[in-house]
């Protein structure tokens, strides 16, 4: 059983930066962030394989997302810049046993329980 713990979330301005942390207990071999907002589907953010640190990303985040891991602590962030209003979401974090990247919210199989994002204009 896997088990993760997000941190981070908050009030930020536009243009402004967060970091997000996941620490993750248990064995993973796969770790991405999600998000969602009211009424809307859970959408892919990032995702990044723990033994070769390969990376992929939305569309709507390249260039000002970076999603990276610290091996020995376990952890997963996602350094956020550029902020805009349309990034504030509910951020989950989610990990599998895959080996691959994947943006596929079914290829997830732990969840945490989410931080909020809130970037004001």
């Known amino acids: 059983q896997v088990q993760l713990a997000e941190s981070g979330g908050g009030l930020v301005q536009t243009g402004g930066s967060l970091r997000l942390s996941c620490a993750a207990s248990?064995?993973?071999?796969?770790m991405a962030w999600f998000r969602q907002t009211p009424g809307k589907e859970r959408e892919f953010v990032a995702t990044i394989t723990w033994s070769t640190g390969n990376t992929y990303y939305a569309d709507s985040v390249k260039g000002r997302f970076t999603i990276s891991r610290d091996y020995g602590k376990k952890t997963v962030a996602l350094q956020m810049n550029s902020l805009k209003p349309e990034d504030s979401a509910v951020y989950y974090c989610a990990a599998s046993e895959g080996v691959l990247v994947s943006r596929n919210l079914g290829d997830y199989t732990y969840w945490g329980q989410g931080t909020q994002v809130t970037v004001s204009s």
């Open positions: 248990g064995r993973t071999y796969r």
